[in-house]
């Protein structure tokens, strides 16, 4: 059986159409799992609920990327 990927490794931020555009250097991922963008974000969709990230841990929100990570916002 293949090893699941680490967090990083299954990350979608920098996939999704609303990625902030302040997250380039260093390439800022795993939102739902440390802390909001520096940044203010243009919501113009979400897929979290799509990441397997977002599945592993159980998470149950979205836009980690402007409003926090799962821990801070519960």
Do not use: N, W
């Not at 990083?8 to 609303?18: H, T, Y």
């Amino acid at each position: 059986m293949a090893k699941e990927g680490s967090d990083r490794e299954l990350c979608l931020c920098d996939k999704c159409v609303s990625y902030p555009d302040c997250a380039v250097e260093p390439l800022l991922m795993t939102f739902c799992l440390i802390q909001e963008a520096p940044c203010e974000v243009a919501r113009r969709g979400c897929q979290c609920i799509s990441c397997k990230i977002h599945a592993r841990h159980k998470f149950t929100m979205e836009y980690y990327c402007a409003e926090g990570s799962e821990e801070s916002r519960s």
